[in-house]
Each structure stands twice: as C-alpha cells, then as structure tokens.
C-alpha cells in the first residue's frame, strides 16, 4: 500500500488593499513581519513559529466568505487588550457548543477573522473520529 505524503497547512495569504495599514493591523494582533516588500506584500510568523501568514495588495478586496482563525490561550485578556487599542469585534467571546470559546472581528479589508481558544477540543473534541 502507497503512503500518502504529508501535508502541513504552512501559511494563508489574504488580498488587502494597503499593506502598510495591514501590517500595523496584524502586529496589533500579534504577528511578527518576517518580509517586508512594499507596497505589494508582507509575510508575518506566527506566534509558535510553525506557521506563517501574508498580505497581498490588490485594487479592490473582494467580499470574502473564508475565516481565518487565530487560537489565543489568554483569548478574554487579547481581546480586552485590542479593544482598549481601538480594535473593534463584532462578537465579543463566547463559548461555544462545538467547545471552543471565540470572538470575530475584521481586518482593515473587511477580511473575516476569528479569535479563538479551543485547547484540547481542537483537534480532540468529544465526537473526533476513531
């Protein structure tokens, strides 16, 4: 039997229309720039390290029904800190029935996101597949 290779879900790129205002925006958020190559693109590490994140400027940003989710352990304290930072959410976190307790917002771009701590449940909720 032939082994599937792996796969790792490495890194997410969104349009935006101003780089330099998205960079600001994701460092607000927690992001480190790792590149930065004005005014078409910037790439950002994640937190741990293992993934990475981009922005690519376009004219226009189309309406986007993709969300991205960032996992925060401290998720009540991040929000708290970004909405004294004049970050606003459209729902602030709430726990919810899948286990994970969240909080949605959007980038300058209108580009959906999610805050999130979902610890164990994400990847081992209770209804996991054998």
Not at 58 to 80: H, K
Request: glycine share 4%; hydrophobic share 40%; proline share 8%.
């Amino acid at each position: 039997m032939l082994k599937e290779p792996a796969m790792n879900l490495n890194q997410i790129t969104v349009a935006v229309s101003d780089v330099p205002r998205a960079i600001r925006f994701y460092q607000r958020l927690g992001l480190r720039l790792i590149v930065e190559s004005l005014p078409d693109y910037a790439r950002f590490c994640c937190p741990d390290g293992q993934a990475s994140f981009s922005l690519s400027r376009v004219e226009q940003v189309p309406a986007s029904q993709t969300l991205i989710y960032f996992e925060c352990a401290e998720l009540d304290q991040t929000v708290a800190r970004l909405q004294a930072q004049g970050v606003e959410f459209s729902m602030l976190p709430t726990d919810q029935p899948w286990l994970w307790r969240e909080a949605y917002l959007q980038d300058p771009d209108g580009n959906p996101l999610c805050l999130y701590h979902a610890g164990e449940n994400r990847l081992n909720p209770p209804w996991r597949l054998s």
